[in-house]
């Protein structure tokens, strides 16, 4: 009873604390509980995010994709970048490959909810940006369009501070690990990265999109997962 009052009333303080930062009115007190808040400082990255035209991609894109999950999660999920459905909605891996991640997260006990979800580029990259209304338009982002977004994702990573990072597809992997390898020499070998002055477990695996073309890459992901899962019990 007495756990539950507790946890009731730290609830309480969380919402409260919620509800005044999104009110962009902070008390002195708040400001300065704020600067440890990860949920907060998440929106407010969020926030700069959808304000960014540091490269082309803000002009076209119709919402920004900063990233979901839980703002202390122990595992990062790092896809290539926003498409045409995540660029409708807002929320990255919302359309058929995410629907699989989704499944590939429930085989060994996680969700949105307990990951994070990020991108390495935040905001839809298109062939055509004057087609954004079509489907099939999307393109891998450029090296310059990497180069512009990638404080974000260090910025997501500093305030989460997630164990492990795990790279879907080969654009992420190559970004983190700044490797020109091929995906089939990456994939399922941990390596060790340093990300805003933190060391952290990196794993590269097959982006779901893959899987969804190439089933038979399935078992290489499941291998990678199992491996992910005996790291996160350890
Ligand atoms: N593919 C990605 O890499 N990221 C998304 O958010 C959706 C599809």
């Known amino acids: 009873m007495r756990t539950e009052l507790l946890e009731l009333s730290r609830r309480l303080r969380r919402r409260v604390r919620d509800d005044r930062a999104a009110a962009w009115k ?30 082309g991609l803000g002009a076209a894109r119709i919402k920004s994709v900063p990233g979901v999950g839980c703002p202390r999660a122990r595992v990062m999920f790092i896809g290539e970048g926003p498409g045409f459905s995540e660029d409708r909605r807002g929320e990255p891996f919302v359309g058929r490959a995410g629907e699989l991640l989704d499944r590939i997260l429930a085989a060994i006990g996680l969700s949105r909810e307990t990951v994070f ?10 062939k055509d940006p004057a087609a954004r209304d079509a489907r099939a338009n999307d393109r891998p982002p450029a090296p310059e369009e990497t180069a512009a977004c990638r404080p974000y994702l260090d910025e997501q990573i500093a305030i989460v501070r997630p164990a492990v990072l795990v790279t879907l597809g ?37 982006h779901p999109a893959a899987l969804l073309r190439n089933p038979a890459l399935k078992k290489d992901v499941w291998a990678d997962m199992k491996a992910l899962k005996s790291r996160l019990e350890a």
């Not at 979800?117 to 298109?126: D, E, F, G, Q, R």
């Open 117 to 126: 979800i990020a991108n390495v580029v935040k905001c839809h990259p298109m």
């Open 170 to 206: 080969l654009s992420a992997a190559r970004c983190l690990l700044a490797s020109e390898e091929p995906m089939g020499r990456l994939r399922g070998r941990w390596s060790k990265v340093v990300v805003a002055g933190s060391e952290l477990d990196l794993l590269p695996t097959y």
């Open 26 to 55: 902070l008390s002195p007190a708040a400001e300065s509980g704020a600067a440890s808040d990860p949920a907060l400082r998440l929106r407010r990255l969020a926030e700069r995010i959808e304000a960014c035209r540091l490269c």
